[in-house]
């Protein structure tokens, strides 16, 4: 039962929709794509209404501090997300065969 759950999971992953690197865009791929971007404008918007914070109790610097981690929490985020332009990085094993199979069919059209 266990090697049939694998090969309809290798079944379902290999007809799912892919980006261009060959990344299963699924709601992971999703998370992991835009969740830098989403910390960035929560980091940008801590900055931005600092000035604001006294008047709902809070202190200037809260929100700035607060402001400045997200933004590097949200870069990290956004270094690793699963489609860059120029990366080719990805530990998704369905990908990474997607990839070899694009590079064999480009080295053929070189010969």
């Not at 918007?45 to 000035?51: I, L, N």
């Amino acid at each position: 039962a266990e090697h049939s759950d694998a090969a309809a999971d290798t079944a379902a992953a290999s007809t799912a929709k892919r980006d261009k690197h060959g990344n299963v865009m699924d709601a992971e791929y999703y998370f992991m794509q835009y969740i830098g971007l989403v910390l960035a404008l929560v980091a940008f918007a801590c900055v931005c209404f600092a000035g604001y914070a006294p008047r709902f109790g809070y202190n200037t610097n809260l929100f700035l501090y607060t402001g400045v981690v997200l933004g590097f929490v949200s870069l990290a985020f956004h270094e690793m997300r699963p489609y860059k332009t120029q990366s080719t990085m990805t530990f998704d094993s369905a990908a990474v065969e997607h990839r070899k199979a694009e590079n064999a069919a480009e080295a053929k059209k070189q010969e």
